[in-house]
């Protein structure tokens, strides 16, 4: 039994693959606005800090519940 | 039993990948157009909070879902 | 039996996929709109709302199923 | 048999990711026609009401299908 | 047996998704178009609707073979 | 058998999306077209007619070998 | 035995899906040209029926097999 | 055994999905030619047509090892 | 043991999706290479031709494949 | 019962593959940000750090989820 | 046990595929590169030459391996 | 058992896969970069290598897992 | 027991689909680099025997693993 | 136990297909970068070193991985 689950947290852990590439894709555009706007880059780095958040917010659900796989389905 | 059942919630889990990139996508260009137009950030911080919460929002169904299966199911 | 619902349940949750990268492309532009026409703010985030609300839904369908999966089928 | 209703159901339900997709991408542009126009605005929303109508009708078939297979194949 | 027939409605009722989003890439051009053409309306709507119709016509496809599929396979 | 055969006709139904996406992309041109040059909307919904009857040809395809699975080999 | 030719035949009807999208690929690059040159409009469309016979042929391929399928391996 | 034969011959009928595509590419800017320069359109169909032909040639080997399949391994 | 070689020579013939879209884009730009250079068409079609056999080479590969997977292994 | 806990975790470590491609795109960018404005690399730098590290961030929870599936479910 | 090994090599000569693409593409710039330079005709055939025979190699090493696993482990 | 965890271990490695694309994106973006600005070729190489150290390290994540199964799970 | 190894010598050979689309793109660009600057077509020829040569490295480790899989597993 | 060890075996040298593609578009654009500055050559051959020797790493990794899989598991 303590296989399959193996297999199910791998599959939850996946979920920071959607995060990592929309944090890459948003600090593509945050170096891309600082080199343009140098001046704006505290609210650029606000905005992005925010985003990437929330971004980020998915990947931990991910790994929660992948947690929560190994530890309550033991 | 609660292998299937680890699967389960972990492909619920991977609802937060359309998240992770979708708010990856907005935070791109919101820098973008803070850096176009610093005077507009409040009214595109207040926009991009706005899409990103309903594309969080997305992400903890996923979640919710993930952590029903893992309560209820066992 | 329940193993086989859970998987099930996960698949309907997964429908909030695309909701979440539609909004967040939805969002991203709004934002590069309202950068480029600050005063129509209103209207854009008129649209933005009408649009995200609409995509919403279709991850709510998902989530809605998953529900009625997990109630009504276990 | 349940279970592999329960499969059933969650793969029609995934339906509501094309209209997921497609009403971000109608919403995205319509926000930036907005911003290139705002005097059009009514008819861009109009425009905007149909397709996405069209689009969620897509998803509302997909809900449709799996509430029916919950509700007459169980 | 009802359990595949659930999973055969299923995959039919997903064809769904290519209306979806190639109405969405259809209203988004139509929005900018309206906003870069504002008189022709009329004309863009027209065109607009001519091929949603045709779009929806296949999700319907795949809805009504899910039909026949939930009643005739039964 | 009855089953089986449900999952073959889920499959061709699936043809549709192709002729969805398809016809999509066509319209999302051809309003941008009518945009352009309104006076020349004769023409471009002539061929735009051209191209989606075939390309809703592919979709009726898939929905003709859908109903002939269903009745022929139940 | 039937049940599995079903699943074949669907997969081969499924080839219309190439042919869909490059057929509306094809309208949309046509209506634009019409639209940039309406002169030509003759050449143009002789050019895309041209294009999408041949497109369209091999949707008929796959729709043939299937037919073949259905009725010589019965 | 007829009805594994059946899956491959589908799957061989498959491969005209690349020249559906393939074709529908290369008619799209065959046509914008054509409007760029209508004058050189002999030229532009010659290339056009040897392209095709060629495209096509993809789809039919796959036609022919479909039937090969249906008749051979029967 | 006819019906998995079946399915073997299927996923042969499908080496000619690469091929086929391959050439469609070759032919694409070529079309649009000659109307930009009429007078260069010789030149562009021996280039045309020299990519066009390269690559219509992939897909012989695969047909051969298949042909041998029917007659060797039968 | 190894073997399957050496699938999930393979599976598990997979989440870098979207950090991987994310610190990529976040990085290019950042180089052509440099290059256009040279004077501003230490902004530009400390926004790629703070975005790859909440990247990398999701390729560890996968690393972490992998070790612990290997150590805890051995 | 001819079965098993006739997918293989069928999966082998799938490798194909991507020199199909990859031709293709260098075919479809060459073209380009010819009609905007064509006094540089000789340079541009060599760098084709040399870039599509190696890719044109990645195709033969899957072809050598097909025919390896048809005659070796027959 | 052992193979089992022979496809786990490549699964594992895999990982390598998204930091091959994106430390290609990141070299090609360098390399444009340094031929705008050559003269700061030193503060582009400087960030090229951090983003590719930190791209680098997921693709031994997996290595790393993949060492693990190998040993520790024979 | 030889028939899976056919498989897994399979899989090993679609390594070279990476090289092959790679390649392409690198030639690709490699011509219109020569049509651009026909006086550094030498260097334009090494920069692309670079790249190539170290693509189709990994192509060939590839037919490396598949050729040792079918003499020494065997 | 040596056919399923083939498989793990091939999927690890899969790995090459990211550092293929990846190697591919950082070539592409370094002949163009040399095109367009060919002074810098020096300064982007490096760079593209740099960038090819790090991607051919996971190339290696993933080689390795399937050696040792091959020698140590057999």
């Given at each position: 039994m303590g296989a399959l689950i193996a297999i199910g947290a791998g599959?939850?852990?996946?979920?920071?693959?959607?995060?990592?590439?929309?944090?890459?894709?948003?600090t593509s555009k945050a170096t891309e606005a600082?080199?343009?706007q140098p001046e704006a880059?505290?609210?650029?780095n606000k905005a992005l800090l925010l985003g990437c958040a929330l971004a980020e917010?998915?990947?931990i659900y991910?790994?929660?519940i992948a947690i929560m796989i190994i530890l309550f389905l033991k």
């Open positions: 599959i939850a852990a996946l979920t920071g693959i959607g995060a990592g590439i929309g944090i890459g894709i948003a600082i080199a343009r880059k505290g609210d650029i917010a998915t990947a991910g790994f929660v």
